[in-house]
């Protein structure tokens, strides 16, 4: 999975280059939705947020921390989860933005966990 902030930069170069988006905050929703149904967790959004959703908003008084901690936790609350419900069927295409495949990991994910033996309870005696 590449860095939070290169996933950042990568989605908003494709949505860019597929629509215009006149709202960066809007533009930072999307960029969110895309990278929580591609597996980042609320920490990497954050995180992707707040190194990047600041570039070219300079004349925007801010506090890019809050901002980003508040939109990584709406995209995992409620209007989230539902955004997240409609584009799961878009997790292959925009993991292939991020440079990667996501049924492939997901594969490799579930052997590696097979692989794993499993702690059974030890019986006293």
Known sequence: ?????????LHK???????????????????AVRMRVTGHDQRAITQAL??????????????WTNYAERTAEAVFGPRGDREHDRN???????A???????AHERQVHLSQRRAVPERGRETLR
Not at 1 to 9: D, H, K
Not at 52 to 60: D, T, V, Y
Request: aromatic content about 6%; hydrophobic content about 30%; charged content about 30%.
């Open 50 to 63: 707040k190194e990047n959703a600041s570039q070219g908003r300079e004349a925007e008084n801010r506090n």
């Open 1 to 9: 999975m590449p860095s939070p902030s290169i996933a950042y930069r």
């Open 13 to 31: 170069a494709d949505i860019l280059n597929r629509i215009e988006v006149r709202n960066a905050s809007q533009l930072d929703w999307m960029i």
């Open 88 to 94: 799961t069927q878009r997790t292959e295409a925009w």
């Open 96 to 102: 292939r933005v991020e440079g990667r495949e996501h």
